[in-house]
Nanobody, 124 residues
Framework: QVQLVESGGGLVQAGGSLRLSCAAS????????MGWFRQALGKEREFVAA????????KYADSVKGRFTISRDNAKNTVYLQMISLKPEDTAVYYC?????????????????WGQGTQVTVSS
C-alpha cells in the first residue's frame, strides 16, 4: 500500500507557472506507474499526465501537451508536475495517483491509490 500527499498548488495569474509535488510513503514507489488527474468544479475527473515506473515513458492529455511536464525521482519517492503557461481553464483540484500495472494508463479507475488533492487556481 502507498499513501500519497500532494503539495504546491495555489493561486497564479494566467501565463504563470506552478510545480506540483506528490510524495509517496513506502519503499515500493518505483513499482508504481504514477499519474496526475484534475477535477474542476462540476466536472468529472480527467487525466492530465502519467509516467512509467522508470520514468522513461510519459503520456499527456492533449490539453496540456507542451505546457505540462511530469517527472519522478524514485530516490525521493516523489512525482512532479511542472506547469507553465497556465490558463484559467487549468483551474481544478489536482490529484496524484498510483497504479500497480506495468503499462501507463490514463483512466482514473485503473489507479489503485489517490492523494487528497491540491487546489490550483488560475486567474485571468
Amino acid at each position: 500500500q502507498v499513501q500519497l500527499v500532494e503539495s504546491g498548488g495555489g493561486l497564479v495569474q494566467a501565463g504563470g507557472s506552478l510545480r506540483l509535488s506528490c510524495a509517496a510513503s513506502g519503499r515500493t514507489f518505483s513499482s508504481y506507474v504514477m499519474g496526475w488527474f484534475r477535477q474542476a468544479l462540476g466536472k468529472e475527473r480527467e487525466f492530465v499526465a502519467a509516467i512509467s515506473r522508470s520514468g522513461a515513458r510519459t503520456k499527456y492529455a492533449d490539453s496540456v501537451k507542451g505546457r505540462f511536464t511530469i517527472s519522478r525521482d524514485n530516490a525521493k519517492n516523489t512525482v512532479y508536475l511542472q506547469m507553465i503557461s497556465l490558463k484559467p481553464e487549468d483551474t481544478a483540484v489536482y490529484y496524484c495517483a498510483a497504479d500497480l500495472q506495468f503499462v501507463v494508463v490514463t483512466t482514473p479507475n485503473e489507479y489503485d491509490y489517490w492523494g487528497q488533492g491540491t487546489q490550483v487556481t488560475v486567474s485571468s
